[in-house]
């Protein structure tokens, strides 16, 4: 037959997607299935007693072509179409004629997109597993049935978690996607929506603040940032480059470094008595220390900054390593991840009762999700801090303490 009209590529997609989503169509049916379409599925005015009569004897003529070719036939009563009945061994001549890839095919071909990446990183294992499961329950995979749409964010993550350098998240569009802004505008919810479910164990939360805040997180620790980070410190020490270049360090002038140039580091020495880290830069700017190095990391952690700590640490043996954060659920991941990815015992620095108390005036209430947060962390070592903040519903940002208390110090 001539080509379809787009209500007869309606009606042949309609019947196509009930074979699809059938037993019959992977020939584990134990009856005989029948498939049809009912005219106002495909023509909603067709059973309505107001439609103009050129139009239906119109569809009624574009249902008996369809008989004629073969692909269908058609149910009647008093002349009128009751519905239109799939010819099941037409499946393949349905698809060429609708110009799509059968069903079969488009499974095998996920498959080996599928299989292509499954060996590639753990994260990558654990996803490719769960959707080689969906292919043997004959269901598409969850990712995405376009198979290049598939190739891309598989691709995606495993340049994402092969990643040892910092660079920007124009530089991995271009990379990956041949497109600067490709990443982030149409494939970046998804690819860190499964890094979320296959590689973080931090919480989301249900608010899409809290979820592109944890996309940028997730995506930080790998060195993939939306602008260059800076790490600033402010103390008494020597920065040391491996080309012979060194800074000298005093807290009256604060330095900030890319953090592109962390892997050229040689050593860092400190004279301070203790090194803390800050979560806000607004404290940071804000405290003064006689004796305490500052290191404010400048956004979510990543492994060069992580191994910049350690080198520290292991250069700068006997110090007390402190960290200063919010007073929230948030404040104490983030304490908890820098203890974890470090290995460094660093000691919470006001982040306490007695602060939540003295300032109780500037607290805000706890949300659902740093409720939620907040259970997790009660078998942690923060457990009265936390039992506090659920039953008083309070919760403190640090900039208030660094506001009113800018000299500082953790002796």
């Given at each position: 037959m001539n080509s379809l009209t787009s209500e007869q590529k309606k009606l042949l997609g309609i019947l196509l997607t009930k074979y699809e989503n059938s037993k019959t169509c992977f020939g584990e049916s134990k009856i005989g299935q029948h498939f049809r379409c009912k005219p106002d599925e495909a023509f909603p005015e067709y059973s309505t007693d107001y439609i103009d009569i050129d139009l239906k004897a119109q569809y009624d003529c574009e249902i008996r072509e369809l008989e004629t070719s073969g692909f269908?036939?058609?149910?009647?009563?008093?002349?009128?179409?009751?519905?239109?009945?799939?010819?099941?061994?037409?499946?393949?001549?349905?698809?060429?004629?609708?110009?799509?890839?059968?069903?079969h095919d488009k499974l095998l071909s996920q498959r080996e997109v599928l299989m292509r990446y499954a060996d590639r990183c753990p994260v990558l294992e654990k996803i490719c597993a769960d959707q080689l499961k969906r292919l043997d329950a004959n269901k598409d995979n969850s990712v995405s049935a376009d198979i290049g749409e598939l190739d891309k964010i598989l691709g995606c993550i495993a340049f994402i978690e092969d990643n040892k350098t910092e660079i920007?998240?124009?530089?991995?569009?271009?990379?990956?996607?041949?497109?600067?802004?490709?990443?982030?505008?149409?494939?970046?919810?998804?690819?860190?929506?499964?890094?979320?479910k296959y590689e973080s164990?931090?919480?989301?939360?249900?608010?899409?603040?809290?979820?592109?805040?944890?996309?940028?997180?997730?995506?930080?620790?790998?060195?993939?940032?939306?602008?260059?980070?800076?790490?600033?410190?402010?103390?008494?020490?020597?920065?040391?480059?491996?080309?012979?270049?060194?800074?000298?360090?005093?807290?009256?002038?604060?330095?900030?470094?890319?953090?592109?140039?962390?892997?050229?580091?040689?050593?860092?020495?400190?004279?301070?008595?203790?090194?803390?880290?800050?979560?806000?830069?607004?404290?940071?700017?804000?405290?003064?220390?006689?004796?305490?190095?500052?290191?404010?990391?400048?956004?979510?952690?990543?492994?060069?900054?992580?191994?910049?700590?350690?080198?520290?640490?292991s250069l700068n043996p006997g110090k007390k390593w402190f960290h200063f954060g919010d007073i929230d659920p948030d404040g104490f991941y983030i304490l908890e991840d820098l203890r974890s990815k470090t290995g460094i015992d660093f000691m919470p620095f006001r982040m306490g009762i007695p602060e939540l108390e003295k300032y109780g005036g500037y607290t805000k209430r706890l949300e659902d999700n740093d409720k939620r947060k907040a259970d997790t962390l009660l078998q942690s070592g923060y457990s009265d801090i936390i039992r506090y903040m659920l039953g008083n519903d309070c919760k403190l940002e640090q900039e208030i303490i660094s506001w009113k208390e800018p000299f500082l110090s953790p002796e």
């Open positions: 269908i036939t058609a149910e009647r009563n008093s002349g009128d179409v009751v519905s239109a009945v799939m010819i099941n061994n037409m499946y393949n001549e349905y698809c060429r004629a609708l110009g799509i890839t059968n069903r920007l998240e124009r530089e991995l569009s271009i990379e990956v996607f041949f497109d600067s802004k490709l990443f982030e505008n149409r494939y970046k919810t998804k690819v860190c929506g499964l890094l979320m164990a931090g919480t989301a939360g249900d608010s899409e603040t809290n979820k592109k805040l944890l996309a940028d997180m997730l995506l930080s620790e790998h060195g993939i940032v939306r602008n260059p980070t800076y790490i600033y410190f402010k103390g008494r020490g020597k920065l040391n480059y491996m080309n012979g270049y060194s800074i000298s360090l005093v807290p009256e002038v604060p330095v900030a470094i890319n953090s592109r140039t962390l892997p050229d580091i040689e050593s860092l020495s400190i004279s301070d008595a203790e090194v803390m880290t800050v979560e806000n830069l607004t404290s940071y700017n804000r405290m003064q220390s006689n004796d305490t190095f500052l290191i404010f990391l400048s956004g979510y952690s990543n492994k060069a900054k992580d191994e910049l700590l350690r080198m520290i640490f």
